[in-house]
């Protein structure tokens, strides 16, 4: 079974500063997928950036980047320019792939860091 | 863009009693994963379809039971419920394989409260 660790339950930035999320995870896989989704206050569950663990380069959307260490099981995302809609909880998500085709296995989250950006 | 559909938006129920929750999934899209998240709590995944066929099943209670319809909609029946039950209840679709990227787009999730 996998584990999604966000050690950081809470954490508060300035608008317009840059802001890094930690999370790490334990798996025995090789074949997975990597997510950041962001919930605001409506509870909408909205992706934020996805990585592909085959892939070495990290993603990146707008101001939203992720630092992903395969070997030490960290995928950090990192917002620029941090504005106050971004204020939201985000939850680090891993998806183990399926080998027998056929599709991928449900979301295993991090217990998820709320992240306020103040004016 | 088409998004995930859930009804209804809101339910409320009295222990014991049966609900049914509904997720109409992105045109196109193959897979369907329903969610439980409880108060303050992070979303936990409860069961999923592909292709209208059971893919992998999580922490779903004996008490629950889902399927996937000929046309992908997909429906989660929950019997005798406890208060505990009390969750918002999300769907979520993607399309797998080389044409999809896996990625997993929420509906706005149905809010049960059991009385």
């Known amino acids: 079974a996998q584990t999604v660790t966000q050690s950081q339950p809470e954490m508060s930035v300035q608008e317009a500063e840059t802001v890094t999320l930690s999370c790490t995870y334990d798996t025995s896989e090789n074949n997975y997928y990597l997510f950041w989704y962001k919930q605001p206050p409506s509870r909408q569950m909205i992706l934020v950036i996805r990585?592909?663990?085959?892939?070495?380069q990290n993603a990146t959307e707008n101001r939203f980047s992720v630092n992903f260490q395969k070997a030490a099981k960290s995928f950090s995302l990192k917002i620029s320019d941090s504005q106050l809609g971004d204020t939201a909880m985000y939850f680090c998500?891993?998806?183990?792939?399926?080998?027998?085709?056929?599709?991928?296995?449900?979301?295993?989250f991090g217990k998820g860091t709320h992240l306020i950006i103040q004016p | 863009a088409a998004g995930v559909i859930q009804s209804p938006r809101h339910l409320i129920k009295e222990k014991r009693e049966t609900a049914t929750l509904k997720c109409y999934p992105i045109p196109r899209h193959d897979t369907v994963y329903w969610y439980q998240q409880g108060p303050g709590q992070d979303p936990q995944f409860l069961i999923s379809?592909?292709?209208?066929?059971?893919?992998d099943k999580g922490s779903i209670p004996d008490r629950f039971s889902a399927q996937q319809f000929s046309d992908y909609h997909s429906e989660l029946n929950m019997s005798s419920l406890e208060l505990g039950d009390s969750a918002l209840y999300f769907c979520?679709?993607?399309?797998?394989?080389?044409?999809?990227?896996?990625?997993?787009?929420f509906g706005p999730g149905t809010r049960l409260t059991v009385t």
């Open positions: 990585q592909e663990a085959y892939k070495q």
């Open positions: 979520a679709s993607s399309l797998e394989g080389t044409s999809g990227g896996y990625e997993q787009y």
């Open positions: 379809f592909y292709e209208k066929m059971q893919s």
């Open positions: 998500a891993f998806m183990k792939l399926q080998y027998s085709g056929g599709g991928a296995d449900g979301l295993t």
